[in-house]
């Protein structure tokens, strides 16, 4: 009686188990052999659509995406892991009939690692190969049709073939409290982040995923994200203001060095965080103007004028700085027509259209882009307006 007992106590006790042992087979699985990360998050859906397409009727499919590192490649590992180990994950409810699937990366492998691979393995319509970072499809193609396996590819560069485009989900907000569990659970170390720190950190980022995980894998960065959104100066900002003092005392080759340093060493946080970028190359282009390399101050600018970047300017620095470079290199025209387009919003623009407009006169220079009216004149009419204007202005833009 008393063993009957105790098998009616263990049955139940032993169902109930079951889904944790499941849970650990599938978590220790995924640790073994699988090219994507345990920190996968989210976009799951994309994963199946993209095999779905496959199943249903196209056999070459290009993954697109909004820009670099939005996750491209994360998802076309995961499809790669999805096929190979289809056990290990329960969403997968399809069937799948693919029996392998190959990730290629043609940034480390050329035309003989592909002869290669084709020739040593069981390759056939049951076959999924993805290549990513593709520079050249022909090739690829080519080999498709005498071995017929299922075809996805993303391209290096955008290119225009008549395949099937899967463009990926953007990455949401609300996913990355769970993405930063997940990379806490790789490096215990770093800290938890707030509602507000995860919104400035997707602000910071535009939402892209490849620069979001990788600010959230160091502590250095989480720091920086805790700093900008509780309004302190960052670390990175307290050392572009040490070269910025530099720069003020005329030391240019020390605060060229200092940035260069700079880089060297954040070189992942600087490409990561897009307010750090634009505030570094502002400040490199300044660098390179005080040592009379305008062109290469221009250079540096027009990296920071995208759309990415430029919504970080403030009091129209970024069109001041560069019309100034313009000024430099004597394309006084191309400078005022800039000047001209923010003088309604920015005080800073008429006062610094008065020693072009000075110039243009003192060399017989009479024409100016936007108006009917002459240089001199032009530089009355501008002066009279900044007069009278200035009043209520800052007082840099008054002293000017």
Same mark, same amino acid.
Request: glycine share 2%.
């Given at each position: 009686?008393?063993?009957?007992?105790?098998?009616?106590?263990?049955?139940?006790?032993?169902?109930?188990? !079951?889904?944790? /042992?499941?849970?650990?087979?599938?978590?220790?699985?995924?640790?073994?052999?699988?090219?994507?990360?345990?920190?996968?998050?989210?976009?799951?859906?994309?994963?199946?659509?993209? +095999?779905? &397409?496959?199943?249903?009727?196209?056999?070459?499919?290009?993954?697109?995406?909004?820009?670099?590192?939005?996750?491209?490649?994360?998802?076309?590992?995961?499809?790669?892991?999805?096929?190979?180990?289809?056990?290990?994950?329960?969403?997968?409810?399809?069937?799948?009939?693919?029996?392998?699937?190959?990730?290629?990366?043609?940034?480390?492998?050329n035309t003989d690692y592909i002869d290669n691979l084709l020739e040593n393995n069981i390759i056939n319509s049951k076959t999924v190969l993805i290549f990513d970072h593709v520079c050249e499809l022909d090739y690829i193609l080519t080999k498709q049709s005498l071995y017929h396996?299922?075809?996805?590819?993303?391209?290096?560069?955008?290119?225009?073939?008549?395949?099937? $485009?899967?463009?990926?989900?953007?990455?949401?907000? &609300?996913? +990355?409290?769970?993405?930063?569990? $997940?990379?806490?659970?790789?490096?215990?170390?770093?800290?938890?982040?707030?509602?507000?720190?995860?919104?400035?950190?997707?602000?910071?980022?535009?939402?892209? /995923?490849?620069?979001?995980?990788?600010?959230?894998?160091?502590?250095?960065?989480?720091?920086?994200?805790?700093?900008?959104?509780?309004?302190?100066?960052?670390?990175?900002? !307290?050392?572009?203001? $040490?070269?910025?003092?530099?720069?003020?005392?005329?030391?240019?080759?020390?605060?060229?060095?200092?940035?260069?340093?700079?880089?060297?060493?954040?070189?992942?946080?600087?490409?990561?965080?897009?307010?750090?970028?634009?505030?570094?190359? !502002?400040?490199?282009?300044?660098?390179?103007?005080?040592?009379?390399?305008?062109?290469?101050?221009?250079?540096?600018?027009?990296?920071?004028?995208?759309?990415?970047?430029?919504?970080?300017?403030?009091?129209?620095?970024?069109?001041?700085?560069?019309?100034?470079?313009?000024?430099?290199?004597?394309?006084?025209?191309?400078?005022l027509e800039i000047l001209y387009q923010i003088k309604q919003h920015s005080y800073a623009a008429k006062v610094d259209s008065f020693g072009i407009l000075l110039a243009k006169y003192f060399i017989n220079d009479i024409y100016v882009p936007y108006s009917e009216s002459n240089?001199?004149?032009?530089?009355?009419?501008?002066?009279?307006?900044?007069?009278?204007?200035?009043?209520?202005?800052?007082?840099?833009?008054?002293?000017?």
């Amino acid at each position: 009686m008393t063993t009957i007992a105790v098998v009616v106590i263990l049955i139940p006790a032993a169902y109930s188990a !079951l889904p944790l /042992i499941e849970d650990y087979r599938i978590r220790k699985n995924k640790s073994k052999n699988c090219l994507s990360q345990n920190t996968f998050t989210d976009r799951e859906d994309d994963v199946n659509n993209i +095999i779905e &397409k496959l199943l249903t009727q196209e056999h070459v499919i290009e993954i697109t995406g909004n820009g670099k590192q939005c996750g491209k490649t994360w998802i076309a590992k995961k499809i790669v892991d999805y096929i190979n180990h289809p056990n290990d994950y329960k969403k997968n409810k399809k069937s799948i009939p693919y029996k392998a699937a190959y990730y290629i990366d043609m940034k480390g492998h050329n035309t003989d690692y592909i002869d290669n691979l084709l020739e040593n393995n069981i390759i056939n319509s049951k076959t999924v190969l993805i290549f990513d970072h593709v520079c050249e499809l022909d090739y690829i193609l080519t080999k498709q049709s005498l071995y017929h396996f299922q075809l996805i590819y993303i391209f290096e560069k955008n290119c225009n073939f008549n395949f099937f $485009k899967y463009n990926i989900s953007a990455f949401q907000e &609300k996913n +990355i409290d769970d993405l930063h569990e $997940k990379i806490r659970s790789n490096y215990s170390e770093i800290d938890r982040i707030t509602k507000y720190e995860i919104q400035t950190l997707y602000e910071l980022t535009e939402g892209n /995923i490849g620069k979001i995980h990788l600010m959230l894998s160091s502590q250095k960065c989480v720091v920086w994200i805790k700093d900008i959104a509780a309004g302190k100066l960052t670390d990175y900002e !307290l050392i572009l203001n $040490k070269i910025e003092m530099e720069l003020l005392i005329g030391n240019y080759r020390k605060a060229d060095e200092m940035l260069d340093q700079l880089k060297q060493e954040n070189g992942k946080s600087l490409f990561a965080n897009n307010s750090f970028f634009y505030k570094y190359n !502002l400040l490199k282009a300044d660098c390179e103007h005080l040592l009379n390399n305008y062109s290469s101050a221009l250079s540096v600018l027009s990296v920071i004028e995208q759309d990415l970047y430029c919504k970080n300017s403030k009091n129209y620095e970024l069109e001041l700085c560069k019309a100034h470079y313009y000024k430099h290199l004597w394309m006084c025209n191309e400078a005022l027509e800039i000047l001209y387009q923010i003088k309604q919003h920015s005080y800073a623009a008429k006062v610094d259209s008065f020693g072009i407009l000075l110039a243009k006169y003192f060399i017989n220079d009479i024409y100016v882009p936007y108006s009917e009216s002459n240089s001199l004149d032009k530089f009355l009419d501008t002066y009279y307006d900044a007069s009278n204007n200035m009043q209520g202005q800052e007082s840099r833009n008054a002293l000017k």
